[in-house]
């Protein structure tokens, strides 16, 4: 059989070149040969599971020498390629290397100048498989140390425990004039708690902006988390400065990592994305009247599918308890009207989550301590 023609002369020529010898398809042969017994399995377990994978006689010599053969491949000892530099040239050449004006220079110019020089040992290559053999292949210059970041985890359990904001462009009326929109949003509500557009970005507007929402929200101290990324005016002094004052925790976003701020990012998209944003602003006075009227839809009449579709309003001001009732007694009455029209049963309105997060922690395993609900922090960072 051409099965057993492959398994004779696989062994000296090799699978594929036995299959190729003989004409026989090396898949079929691997399905009904190599597969048979699982690689990592030896062919005395494979005996105790029974006939669907244990071995035929012959199948279990074909795995010994196969096994054998591959024994010996890890085994051999690579000899060295008769074109390899001789251990005295190899000498010579970091002879070469070392002398002092070639301290501070880099191999290919150390190769060019000896080669004008009318002295030729080996090729670059070489030189460099010399110096890495030798341990000086390397970044000699100091490489600066970044520190292990560590990632943001906040949890908001109710209104006015975090906020966050950024800034973003709006397309001014010229090219590469810009008005830009400051926002700040509670991450539980989603409600824009304060806004302000301005022809440029500085600290000090940051600063009152911030400042002025603190206040107007009746935010007491050490009750409040700010979180924003990393520009220069959130991490301005100013702005830090002010924070400490008034008792809020400041926390930042990572390094180049451009989700650690998702609230305010989707507030920006579902800003940019309405119909009725425009290309460019005509001026400074037409981008604040486009925001107030947003803002105050959003805010009173859009419907969040992460808060159980209320407004942000609603869930800010503590009428989201009452929200939901209503519609749970509205679904009540329509399941009693027809109860047949709701084949999985009652139905129940969404609910609020019981936490908004930023980053939220993974979930304890099995070996990990559960800590009890009543016991966590209103906001962990």
Known sequence: MAEQAVMD??????ERAACTQVGYSRASFRRHHMLVTPPSM??????????????????GRYDARLRDRQQQREQRVRRPSSLALRPKERQA????????????????????????????????????????????????????????????????????QVFAWDITKL???????YYYLY?????????VTGWMVADRES?????????ETIKKERIAPGTLTVHADRGSSMKSKPVAFMLADLGVTKSHS???VSDDNPHIESLFKTTKYQPEFPATFANIVEAREFCRVFFRWYNTQHRHSAIALLTPSDVHHERATQRLEQRQRIMDAAYQAHPERFVRGKPNVP????ASYINRPKEPTNGDAVSSPEKEPSIAA
């Open 203 to 211: 600290s000090e507007l940051a600063k009152l902006l911030l400042s």
């Open 254 to 256: 990572r390094p180049h």
């Open 183 to 191: 926002v700040v949003i509670d991450i539980y509500s989603r409600y």
């Open 93 to 160: 050449v970091l002879d070469a290397i070392h002398q002092p004006r070639f301290v501070d220079r880099s191999v290919p110019y150390i190769y060019a100048t000896l080669l004008d020089e009318g002295a030729y040992h080996c090729s670059m290559s070489t030189m460099y498989r010399v110096l890495h053999s030798v341990g000086e292949v390397g970044e000699r210059r100091d490489q600066a140390t970044r520190p292990a970041h560590v990632k943001p985890e906040l949890c908001a359990t109710a209104p006015r």
């Open 42 to 59: 030896p062919i005395e377990a494979a005996a105790t599971l029974g006939s669907a994978v244990q071995p035929s006689r012959q199948q």
């Open 171 to 177: 397309h001014g009326p010229q090219k590469w004039t």
């Open 9 to 14: 002369i696989a062994v000296e020529l090799g």
């Open 351 to 354: 609910q609020i989550p019981n």
